[in-house]
Protein backbone atom coordinates (compact mmCIF):
# COMPACT_ATOMS: atom_id res chain seq x y z
CA UNK A 1 0.00 0.00 0.00
CA UNK A 2 1.19 3.56 -0.94
CA UNK A 3 0.57 6.66 0.77
CA UNK A 4 -0.34 9.51 -1.16
CA UNK A 5 2.07 12.33 -2.46
CA UNK A 6 2.99 13.87 -5.85
CA UNK A 7 4.76 10.90 -6.46
CA UNK A 8 2.05 8.25 -5.59
CA UNK A 9 -0.23 10.86 -7.19
CA UNK A 10 1.99 10.36 -10.45
CA UNK A 11 2.27 6.58 -10.11
CA UNK A 12 -1.61 6.71 -10.14
CA UNK A 13 -2.27 8.62 -13.14
CA UNK A 14 0.66 6.68 -14.78
CA UNK A 15 -1.23 2.93 -14.13
CA UNK A 16 -3.65 3.76 -16.43
CA UNK A 17 -1.23 3.69 -19.56
CA UNK A 18 -2.06 0.68 -20.38
CA UNK A 19 -3.65 -1.41 -22.64
CA UNK A 20 -4.14 0.78 -25.74
CA UNK A 21 -0.83 1.65 -25.88
CA UNK A 22 0.37 -2.27 -26.30
CA UNK A 23 -2.99 -2.71 -28.30
CA UNK A 24 -2.02 0.24 -31.15
CA UNK A 25 1.48 -1.43 -31.03
CA UNK A 26 -0.15 -4.63 -32.03
CA UNK A 27 -2.08 -3.34 -34.90
CA UNK A 28 1.00 -1.48 -36.32
CA UNK A 29 2.50 -4.80 -36.64
CA UNK A 30 -1.21 -6.36 -38.14
CA UNK A 31 -1.34 -3.39 -40.45
CA UNK A 32 2.27 -3.97 -41.69
CA UNK A 33 2.09 -7.31 -42.09
CA UNK A 34 -1.44 -7.16 -44.46
CA UNK A 35 0.13 -4.33 -46.31
CA UNK A 36 3.46 -7.04 -47.31
CA UNK A 37 0.81 -9.54 -47.82
CA UNK A 38 -0.77 -7.38 -50.12
CA UNK A 39 1.96 -5.96 -51.55
CA UNK A 40 3.31 -9.70 -52.15
CA UNK A 41 0.19 -10.77 -54.15
CA UNK A 42 -0.45 -7.88 -56.08
CA UNK A 43 2.96 -8.45 -57.56
CA UNK A 44 2.99 -12.13 -58.39
CA UNK A 45 -1.30 -12.54 -59.45
CA UNK A 46 -1.54 -13.75 -63.09
CA UNK A 47 -2.31 -11.31 -65.10
CA UNK A 48 -5.21 -13.28 -66.99
CA UNK A 49 -6.68 -14.04 -63.43
CA UNK A 50 -6.45 -11.16 -61.25
CA UNK A 51 -7.20 -11.44 -57.54
CA UNK A 52 -10.70 -10.74 -55.94
CA UNK A 53 -10.20 -7.47 -54.39
CA UNK A 54 -12.95 -7.66 -52.02
CA UNK A 55 -11.44 -9.77 -48.97
CA UNK A 56 -8.73 -7.45 -49.00
CA UNK A 57 -11.01 -4.05 -48.47
CA UNK A 58 -12.58 -5.77 -46.16
CA UNK A 59 -9.91 -7.10 -43.90
CA UNK A 60 -8.76 -3.03 -44.21
CA UNK A 61 -12.05 -1.90 -43.27
CA UNK A 62 -11.67 -4.39 -40.00
CA UNK A 63 -8.44 -2.73 -39.01
CA UNK A 64 -9.49 0.96 -39.59
CA UNK A 65 -12.55 0.00 -37.10
CA UNK A 66 -10.10 -1.70 -34.53
CA UNK A 67 -7.86 1.37 -35.08
CA UNK A 68 -10.65 3.61 -34.44
CA UNK A 69 -11.70 1.72 -31.18
CA UNK A 70 -8.35 1.73 -29.40
CA UNK A 71 -7.86 5.43 -30.22
CA UNK A 72 -11.47 5.76 -28.48
CA UNK A 73 -9.99 3.83 -25.49
CA UNK A 74 -6.56 5.93 -25.30
CA UNK A 75 -8.68 9.29 -24.95
CA UNK A 76 -11.39 7.68 -22.61
CA UNK A 77 -7.69 5.77 -20.79
CA UNK A 78 -6.89 9.88 -20.37
CA UNK A 79 -9.77 11.25 -19.12
CA UNK A 80 -9.88 8.68 -16.44
CA UNK A 81 -6.23 9.55 -15.93
CA UNK A 82 -6.87 13.17 -15.27
CA UNK A 83 -9.89 12.53 -13.49
CA UNK A 84 -8.01 10.11 -10.84
CA UNK A 85 -5.22 12.60 -10.20
CA UNK A 86 -7.49 15.24 -9.16
CA UNK A 87 -10.06 12.88 -7.13
CA UNK A 88 -6.41 11.89 -5.72
CA UNK A 89 -5.78 15.20 -4.37
CA UNK A 90 -9.53 16.22 -3.15
CA UNK A 91 -9.07 12.75 -0.97
CA UNK A 92 -5.62 14.34 0.13
CA UNK A 93 -7.38 17.26 1.66
CA UNK A 94 -9.26 15.13 3.70
CA UNK A 95 -6.16 14.65 6.17
CA UNK A 96 -6.60 15.81 9.51
CA UNK A 97 -10.41 16.12 9.26
CA UNK A 98 -13.49 14.37 11.07
CA UNK A 99 -15.68 11.97 8.82
CA UNK A 100 -18.35 9.99 9.74
CA UNK A 101 -18.46 6.57 8.21
CA UNK A 102 -19.92 3.36 8.38
CA UNK A 103 -17.47 1.25 10.70
CA UNK A 104 -17.53 -0.87 14.00
CA UNK A 105 -14.13 0.64 15.03
CA UNK A 106 -14.15 3.90 17.21
CA UNK A 107 -11.13 5.79 18.63
CA UNK A 108 -11.51 6.48 22.79
CA UNK A 109 -9.52 10.11 22.90
CA UNK A 110 -9.74 12.35 25.85
CA UNK A 111 -11.69 10.00 27.35
CA UNK A 112 -14.76 9.79 25.17
CA UNK A 113 -15.85 8.01 22.32
CA UNK A 114 -18.74 8.31 20.12
CA UNK A 115 -20.66 6.27 18.00
CA UNK A 116 -24.59 5.87 15.80
CA UNK A 117 -26.28 3.13 14.70
CA UNK A 118 -29.26 3.08 12.42
CA UNK A 119 -32.05 0.40 12.63
CA UNK A 120 -33.72 -1.13 9.05
CA UNK A 121 -36.66 -1.78 11.89
CA UNK A 122 -38.36 -1.03 15.50
CA UNK A 123 -36.90 -2.94 18.08
CA UNK A 124 -37.84 -3.91 21.03
CA UNK A 125 -34.22 -3.98 22.92
CA UNK A 126 -31.14 -2.61 21.77
CA UNK A 127 -27.48 -2.78 23.69
CA UNK A 128 -23.88 -2.16 22.68
CA UNK A 129 -20.59 -3.90 23.76
CA UNK A 130 -17.57 -2.46 23.71
CA UNK A 131 -14.52 -4.47 23.35
CA UNK A 132 -10.59 -4.47 22.86
CA UNK A 133 -8.21 -5.40 20.27
CA UNK A 134 -8.41 -8.83 21.60
CA UNK A 135 -12.10 -9.30 21.90
CA UNK A 136 -12.66 -8.43 25.70
CA UNK A 137 -15.95 -7.09 26.83
CA UNK A 138 -14.34 -3.70 27.95
CA UNK A 139 -18.27 -2.39 28.76
CA UNK A 140 -21.77 -2.99 27.98
CA UNK A 141 -24.53 -0.50 27.46
CA UNK A 142 -27.66 -1.43 27.70
CA UNK A 143 -31.53 0.33 26.95
CA UNK A 144 -30.56 2.06 23.87
CA UNK A 145 -33.12 3.42 21.39
CA UNK A 146 -34.94 1.21 19.49
CA UNK A 147 -36.48 3.40 17.09
CA UNK A 148 -36.05 2.93 13.16
CA UNK A 149 -35.57 6.80 12.61
CA UNK A 150 -32.60 8.40 11.49
CA UNK A 151 -29.54 7.41 13.22
CA UNK A 152 -29.18 7.32 16.82
CA UNK A 153 -26.03 8.62 18.96
CA UNK A 154 -24.03 6.98 21.68
CA UNK A 155 -21.61 8.51 23.88
CA UNK A 156 -19.08 6.26 25.67
CA UNK A 157 -17.38 8.05 29.01
CA UNK A 158 -14.38 5.82 28.71
CA UNK A 159 -15.51 3.48 31.68
CA UNK A 160 -15.44 0.29 32.01
CA UNK A 161 -17.73 -2.27 33.07
CA UNK A 162 -16.17 -1.99 36.80
CA UNK A 163 -15.88 1.77 36.49
CA UNK A 164 -12.53 2.74 36.17
CA UNK A 165 -11.35 5.02 33.58
CA UNK A 166 -10.09 3.23 30.38
CA UNK A 167 -6.56 4.37 28.56
CA UNK A 168 -7.53 6.14 25.40
CA UNK A 169 -6.89 3.94 22.01
CA UNK A 170 -8.73 2.05 19.19
CA UNK A 171 -11.71 -0.18 20.19
CA UNK A 172 -14.34 -2.22 18.55
CA UNK A 173 -18.50 -1.81 18.85
CA UNK A 174 -20.77 -4.32 18.50
CA UNK A 175 -24.54 -3.21 18.45
CA UNK A 176 -27.25 -5.77 19.07
CA UNK A 177 -31.10 -5.39 18.21
CA UNK A 178 -33.70 -7.74 18.89
CA UNK A 179 -37.34 -6.94 17.71
CA UNK A 180 -40.47 -7.97 20.47
CA UNK A 181 -39.81 -11.93 19.28
CA UNK A 182 -36.59 -11.54 19.92
CA UNK A 183 -35.13 -11.67 16.32
CA UNK A 184 -32.05 -9.62 14.94
CA UNK A 185 -33.36 -6.45 13.90
CA UNK A 186 -30.68 -5.10 11.03
CA UNK A 187 -28.39 -2.40 11.55
CA UNK A 188 -25.85 0.04 10.32
CA UNK A 189 -23.04 1.21 12.47
CA UNK A 190 -21.49 4.38 11.91
CA UNK A 191 -18.78 6.47 13.89
CA UNK A 192 -16.75 9.44 13.31
CA UNK A 193 -12.65 9.26 12.96
CA UNK A 194 -9.54 11.33 11.82
CA UNK A 195 -8.21 11.03 8.48
CA UNK A 196 -4.62 9.93 8.97
CA UNK A 197 -3.79 9.90 5.94
CA UNK A 198 -4.85 8.60 2.38
CA UNK A 199 -3.35 5.68 0.49
CA UNK A 200 -3.98 3.53 -2.30
CA UNK A 201 -4.41 -0.49 -2.52
CA UNK A 202 -4.19 -1.72 -6.33
CA UNK A 203 -4.92 1.76 -7.40
CA UNK A 204 -7.95 2.50 -5.25
CA UNK A 205 -7.88 5.16 -2.64
CA UNK A 206 -8.13 3.98 0.66
CA UNK A 207 -8.92 6.59 3.71
CA UNK A 208 -7.00 5.17 7.12
CA UNK A 209 -8.63 6.68 10.26
CA UNK A 210 -6.93 7.27 13.43
CA UNK A 211 -9.43 4.29 15.02
CA UNK A 212 -7.93 1.87 12.98
CA UNK A 213 -10.13 1.72 10.39
CA UNK A 214 -9.55 1.62 6.34
CA UNK A 215 -12.46 2.83 4.13
CA UNK A 216 -13.33 4.05 0.90
CA UNK A 217 -13.54 7.90 0.24
CA UNK A 218 -16.94 6.74 -1.32
CA UNK A 219 -18.59 5.91 2.09
CA UNK A 220 -18.18 9.20 3.61
CA UNK A 221 -21.86 10.02 5.50
CA UNK A 222 -20.47 13.39 6.97
CA UNK A 223 -17.30 15.94 6.80
CA UNK A 224 -16.41 18.28 9.71
Known amino acids: MESISSTSTAAATAATTSAASASRDKLDA ?15 QDPLEPMDSTTFVSQLAQLTQVEQSITTNDTLEKIEARLGAANAREDAMLIGREVLVPTD ?54 LDRDGL ?22 LSTYAEGQVERVAFRDGTPVLQLASGAEVSPDSIVGIR
Open 165 to 186: RVPDGSFRVEVEALDAEDEPVF
Open 30 to 44: DYQSFLKLLIAQVSN
Open 105 to 158: KIALAGGTAGFSYALNGTAATVSARILSDDGTVVRRIDGLPGGSEGRHEVLWDG
